[in-house]
């Protein structure tokens, strides 16, 4: 099957795949999609590790990377807060509240030298930085970059600058995700080359509009291609997402 997504990204198939288990994203590209590596939880470590195991299983097929760093949050102007800056914020009416449900339901505390925990998950695993942060984001947007990875897509917000000028200047595509039509808009002004219309059924992720209103909707919002997103899990489903206009479709559960 011909549209313009596969023909941008030289793939077969047009069923991108969202996972966070690298497993499946070799599966989905062996397979003539394209997969991609949901790295928010990777250590900059982990993701290279991970990315050179699928580029040893894909044997050269395209795959991507999906990122998440919001244009703008709580501390951006210096690339975002540390996790300790965020723990002093914690007010000790909470803490207290915590530590009160672990005590009742009988929870043991981490033991201290738990490192797989602490260290390798979202929000653990970025040498201090918090998560959704420019400082947590940019080693594993290197690592992405430096790898064989077509793609990169970005989760929440229109691509920051800094993220676009890389992706661009080492000949990656870029995605990004939409949950209403003025996301779309905001995210090709910014120069993203494919946009994800991901509705409600996405569970919850990006916004309130379903998949067959919001599909339409972004593909008339903007002349760059669009893949549906949200529900999409039954060849009945990709046909009604492209009969929307839709150039392909992303799937996630
Ligand atoms: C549990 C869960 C976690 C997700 N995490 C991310 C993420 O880290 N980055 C991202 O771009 N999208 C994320 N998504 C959204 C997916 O990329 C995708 O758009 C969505 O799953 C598609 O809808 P479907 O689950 O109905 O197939 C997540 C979705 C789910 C259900």
Redesign the pocket.
């Known amino acids: 099957m011909q549209t313009a997504a596969t023909d941008m990204l030289n793939i077969e198939f047009p069923i991108f795949a969202?996972s966070?288990c690298r497993d499946v994203v070799a599966a989905v590209t062996k397979a003539g999609g394209l997969g991609?590596l949901?790295a928010?939880?990777h250590s900059p470590q982990a993701l290279e590790t991970d990315l050179a195991w699928i580029e040893n299983e894909v044997g050269g097929r395209p795959y991507g990377v999906?990122l998440?760093v919001p244009a703008k949050y709580a501390g951006d102007e210096d690339g975002g807060y540390t996790l300790d800056d965020i723990a002093q914020l914690i007010p000790d009416t909470h803490r207290a509240f915590i530590d009160e449900i672990l005590e009742r339901y009988d929870v043991p505390e981490l033991p201290a030298d738990d490192t797989t925990t602490r260290s390798n998950t979202a929000v653990g695993g970025h040498d201090g930085n918090a998560p959704f942060s420019a400082n947590a984001a940019l080693p594993q947007l290197e690592v992405a970059l430096a790898s064989n990875a077509s793609f990169i897509?970005?989760?929440?917000g229109p691509p920051p600058g800094f993220l676009i000028d890389r992706c661009k200047e080492e000949g990656k595509l870029i995605g990004a995700?939409a949950g209403r039509p003025q996301h779309a808009e905001r995210h090709q002004a910014a120069g993203v080359d494919i946009i994800?219309a991901?509705?409600s059924?996405?569970?919850g992720?990006?916004g309130e509009i379903g998949s067959m209103v919001l599909i339409p909707e972004i593909v008339d919002a903007v002349n760059i291609p669009v893949l549906g997103?949200?529900?999409?899990?039954r060849g009945r489903q990709m046909a009604a997402a492209m009969a929307l206009g839709a150039q392909g479709v992303?799937?996630?559960?």
């Open positions: 969202f966070h991609v949901g928010v939880a999906d998440i897509a970005n989760a929440l995700l994800i991901q509705g059924e996405a569970g992720h990006t997103a949200g529900g999409i899990g992303w799937c996630g559960s």
